[in-house]
């Protein structure tokens, strides 16, 4: 027998839904079809497709481009929080509770518009626990503090070091024992400070 429940949907996995959109649009980027929506998550009717995508549209997930295409929205792309922190110590009580959301975007990145992200090369700042490969996110300015990490262009050629000061003047410093502290030779310009930073283990 066809169940109401078949022919709209079942909200209570609304979430379970979204995932899965949410997987498709990293593969693809892009939102499926209705038809192709319905075959991945075994909708039976074009009606319960249309059932999901409405609800999904008044929670803000998505929404409808003027040429009728599905597209996600900023909340599309938040990401639970857990409301308990991991100790990188003894071992805690487990909590599966999550208390809000958040985008990567949104929490790395406060001023887009002046915001670029710059691939790390080399092992000078490993001990500051930013390795080769890492992507760097930094903040365009050219005004620095000592102790800052910044992107600096001195003697013509970009590095990433701490920004530093003696009675010699500014420095850029290495955290890794075996690089020595670079001091301009022709110029030092500061071109961003780094703000956060994007490792990825597999």
């Known amino acids: 027998m066809f169940s109401i429940v078949q022919a709209m949907g079942n909200p209570n996995r609304d979430q379970e839904y979204l995932g899965k959109l949410q997987d498709y649009y990293a593969d693809y980027r892009s939102i499926p079809s209705y038809a192709v929506i319905g075959d991945m998550l075994g909708m039976a009717s074009k009606s319960a497709v249309s059932a999901l995508v409405k ?3 008044l929670a803000g997930y998505v929404e409808m481009t ?3 295409r599905l597209a996600p929205t900023k909340r599309f792309f938040e990401r639970e929080l857990a409301d308990f922190p991991i100790p990188a110590g003894m071992p805690a009580a487990a ?3 999550m208390s809000e959301s958040l985008t990567i975007d949104e ?3 406060p001023k887009p518009s002046n915001t670029i ?3 790390v090369k080399g092992d000078s700042m490993i001990e500051a626990g930013i390795h080769d490969g890492d992507i760097a996110i930094v903040e365009k300015r050219h005004a620095a503090s000592v102790g ?3 992107v600096a262009i001195v003697d013509n050629e970009y590095t990433l070091k701490e920004l530093g ?3 010699q003047g500014y420095m850029l410093l290495p955290h890794n024992v075996a690089y020595a502290p670079i001091r301009p030779q022709e110029g030092l310009e500061i071109f961003g400070i780094m703000v ?3 490792r990825k283990y597999r």
Do not use: F, Q
Request: glycine share 4%.
């Open 196 to 198: 956060g930073l994007v």
């Open 148 to 150: 800052d990490i910044v």
């Open 117 to 119: 992200m710059v691939r």
């Open 55 to 57: 609800r999904l549209t």
């Open 95 to 97: 909590n599966d509770a």
């Open 66 to 68: 003027p040429d009728k």
């Open 165 to 167: 000061r003696d009675k």
């Open 107 to 109: 929490y790395l990145i």
